[in-house]
C-alpha cells in the first residue's frame, strides 16, 4: 500500500526509535524532564520566541493558545476553511466559550483589510476580538504557502487594535522551505504559533507552541487542565528533537513528489489538480468521471493506493517521509489502472 492519506500515517525512523530508547527522562509536571526541557529550548529558538511548551497534538495547542488568549463571550476572527473552525469538533465553542468570525481568502490569504473590518469596536451590543488566528500553510488550501507579506500587513492591523495574532503553523516548516525563509520570518507576525512534529517531520507524537515568557507560563496552566500534563514525557520529545533538528530539510523531497505526482495525474483523462501544488498536497476533482470522492477513493485503494475524500468531487493526496519518488510512480500508474476499470 503506497498511503497518500496524510503526512501524519509515517512512522518513527530507526534513530527515533533508538533515541526514545535512549531519552533521558523525568517528570515533567515537577519540571524534571531533561529531554522535553531540551526540544522546549530548542522550539523556542528555532522560531525566534522566548519560550515553547510540548503539547500532545496540533489540536491541543492550538485549543491552549485559544483558552490562554481569549476569555468566554469573546470572538476570535479566523479564516473560513481553517482548521481550527473546520476541523477542532467545535471545541473553541466547547472549550474556551468564544464565537468565531470567519474570513474568506485567497489561498489561506486573508484580505488585511477584511480581518480590520472585522475587528470589533466599543459597543455594548458587541463581542470583544479576542484573537485573529492565521493557518500556514493552509490546509483546505492545498498546502498553500500564506506569505510572510500578508502575514505581516494583518499583524500590524491586530498590533494596532492592540489584539493578538496566533499562527496554526501545523505545517509551518513547509510553508518556509516552499518560500525559502528562516521560519522566524513567519513566526516574527504572530505573538503565538503552534506547530506539529508530527506532521511532515515524522515524529509518531506531538506539537509546540511557542510565544512570550509570561504566555507559555499560563498555556501550562491549560495544558494541565486539559490533562495534557505528562510524566516521563522524554520518550516522546526524544524523537520530536530529531524531528526538528534533522527532518526539516527533507520536506522538498515531499514538496518535489507532490509536484510529481501533479503532473502525472494532470495527464490523466477525466482528473484535475485543483490546487497550486506548493508543497505536500495534492487536492484532485473527480467529477468529469462522474464519480463522488468516496467512490474514488474505494476504487483507488483497490488498486493500492490510499487516499482521503476531501469534498463531495476533491480527493486529497499527501505526500510524506515514508513514500519515495518511485513509489509516485507506482502511485500515478494505480490511479490510471482505477480509472480503466471504470
Ligand atoms: C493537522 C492540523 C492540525 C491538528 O493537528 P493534530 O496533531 O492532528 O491535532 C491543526 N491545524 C492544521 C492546519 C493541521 O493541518
Redesign the pocket.
Known amino acids: 500500500m503506497i498511503d497518500l492519506r496524510s503526512d ?1 500515517v509515517t512512522k518513527p525512523t530507526e534513530e527515533m526509535r533508538k533515541a526514545m530508547y535512549l531519552a533521558e527522562v523525568g517528570d515533567d509536571v515537577y519540571g524534571e524532564d531533561p529531554t522535553v526541557e531540551k526540544l522546549e529550548e530548542t522550539a523556542a529558538n528555532v522560531l525566534g520566541k522566548e519560550a515553547a511548551l510540548f503539547v500532545t ?4 495547542g ?1 485549543q491552549i493558545a485559544v483558552l490562554t488568549h481569549c476569555r468566554p463571550s469573546q470572538e476570535i476572527i479566523l479564516e473560513a476553511e481553517s ?2 473552525f473546520y ?1 477542532e469538533s467545535g471545541a473553541v465553542a466547547a472549550l474556551a466559550g468564544v464565537q468565531t468570525r470567519t474570513i474568506p481568502s485567497i489561498r489561506g490569504a486573508m484580505d488585511p483589510r477584511k480581518v480590520h473590518e472585522a475587528i470589533r469596536g466599543i459597543d455594548i451590543h458587541y463581542p470583544e476580538t479576542g484573537l485573529i488566528c492565521i ?1 500556514n500553510t493552509h ?1 483546505r488550501a492545498g498546502g498553500a504557502v500564506v506569505p510572510v507579506e500578508n502575514m505581516k500587513e494583518i499583524y500590524q492591523v491586530a498590533k494596532k487594535h492592540q489584539v493578538p495574532v496566533h499562527m ?1 503553523g ?2 509551518l516548516f513547509n510553508a518556509a522551505v516552499a518560500a525559502d525563509v528562516d521560519v522566524k520570518e513567519f513566526a516574527q507576525y504572530s505573538d503565538t504559533v ?1 506547530f ?1 512534529l ?2 511532515g517531520l515524522g515524529a509518531p507524537i506531538g ?1 509546540i507552541i511557542a510565544g512570550g515568557k509570561d504566555f507559555i507560563q499560563r498555556a501550562k496552566v491549560w495544558r494541565k487542565r486539559l490533562g495534557g500534563g505528562l510524566r516521563q514525557v522524554g520518550v516522546i520529545a526524544a524523537p520530536g528533537l530529531i524531528a526538528l533538528t534533522n527532518m526539516k530539510d527533507r520536506l522538498a523531497e515531499d514538496h518535489e513528489n507532490a509536484r510529481l505526482l501533479a503532473d502525472g495525474i494532470r495527464n490523466i483523462d477525466g482528473l484535475a489538480v485543483v490546487n497550486e501544488v506548493e508543497t505536500n498536497i495534492v487536492v484532485v476533482d473527480v467529477k468529469e468521471l462522474g464519480v463522488t470522492a468516496d467512490e474514488f477513493v474505494v476504487a483507488l485503494k483497490a488498486e493500492g493506493v490510499l487516499s482521503g475524500s476531501a469534498g463531495l468531487s476533491t480527493v486529497r493526496l499527501v505526500t510524506n517521509l515514508n513514500v519515495s519518488a518511485n513509489d509516485i510512480k507506482l502511485a500515478i500508474d494505480a490511479i490510471s489502472r482505477a480509472i480503466n476499470k471504470k
Open positions: 501524519t497534538s496540533g489540536t491541543q492550538n482548521h481550527i476541523y493557518e490546509n496554526d501545523a505545517r503552534q506539529c508530527s506532521k506539537s
